[in-house]
């Protein structure tokens, strides 16, 4: 078992003990997609994946945040709020915007990129960087501004 899944684990214990039922039900969310997709392709995820994973459901919380908002639902706003929260705290420290440049120009340097055509071999060497620390779509748009 990955180390971040057995730390999601012993977090789902400690809200079980502490009879916080909003936290409890966020990470049961974490595991349950987590089984899924060891089950779908029957492998064991490491920690990458499991990044991966939460990045994906983050994204999707604040896709559901600004859908609840324009619709004028704030209640299911708040809800898909707490849960982004928890999922924030399994993630690892964001990277600053000093050090997301940094790594684009590395990276703009180590591929040779000089277009808009290198562009996914700027990202192939940005992502893995920082998966999990940093929202890609807005890499994304740092990468094209320097290309």
């Known amino acids: 078992m990955s180390d ?3 730390t999601i684990t012993e977090q ?3 809200a079980m003990r502490a009879k916080d039922k909003a936290r409890l039900g966020t990470i049961r969310l974490i595991l349950a ?12 995820l490491d920690d990458a994946r499991v990044l991966t994973v939460l990045d994906k459901m983050v994204k999707q919380r604040r896709d559901s945040i600004t859908q ?7 209640e299911l706003a708040e809800k898909e709020q707490q ?3 928890v999922i924030k705290t399994f993630l690892p420290q ?3 915007d000093a050090e997301i440049t940094q790594i684009i120009d590395d990276a703009i340097a180590e591929s040779g990129a000089s277009s808009m055509q290198d562009m996914g071999k700027v990202m192939a060497i940005v992502k893995p960087q920082v998966q999990g620390r ?7 748009g740092l990468v094209k501004q320097k290309l």
Do not use: H, N, Q, T
């Open 134 to 140: 940093a929202d890609m779509g807005k890499i994304s």
């Open 68 to 74: 609840y908002e324009a619709a004028e639902r704030p």
């Open 94 to 96: 964001p990277l600053s």
């Open 83 to 85: 849960e982004l929260e």
């Open 33 to 44: 997609e987590l089984k899924r997709i060891e089950v779908d392709e029957r492998i064991e």
């Open 12 to 14: 789902m214990k400690d």
């Open 4 to 6: 971040l899944k057995a």
